[in-house]
Nanobody, 121 residues
Framework: VQLQASGGGTVQAGGSLRLSCAAS????????MGWFRQAPGKEREFVAA????????DYAGSVMGRATISRDNAKNTVYLQMNGLNPEDSAVYYC???????????????WGQGTQVTVSS
């Protein structure tokens, strides 16, 4: 599966963004899906993940209550709604797919190109 993230941009602190991850050459229904981010000089970190069916989700503590991950398997797309953005959320955001049957924050084996999110104070 090939993944392409979009929807990034520059927003003011307190604003919102909705990131999208469109899949091609495969169907996301076969994968657990996740969002990760990497800020300059920092390691890539987990943001959120959602099970194949969309029935369960997991969030990093830093975004809990501000982020919502969702998926539309019919549209082959995963979303990340981010509210209450702050400058610490500035990073390149990546979507990823995990083919292993178990739901996890790690072990994602398909990655898309990222989309830049910049939050100004």
């Amino acid at each position: 599966v090939q993944l392409q993230a979009s929807g990034g941009g520059t927003v003011q602190a307190g604003g919102s963004l909705r990131l999208s991850c469109a899949a091609s050459e495969g169907t996301i229904g076969s994968y657990h899906m996740g969002w990760f981010r990497q800020a300059p000089g920092k390691e890539r970190e987990f943001v959120a993940a959602i099970t194949r069916s969309g029935g369960s989700a997991d969030y990093a503590g830093s975004v809990m209550g501000r982020a919502t991950i969702s998926r539309d398997n019919a549209k082959n797309t995963v979303y990340l709604q981010m509210n209450g953005l702050n400058p610490e959320d500035s990073a390149v955001y990546y979507c990823a797919a995990r083919s292993n049957e178990y739901f996890s924050r790690a072990g994602y084996n398909y990655w898309g190109q990222g989309t830049q999110v910049t939050v100004s104070s």
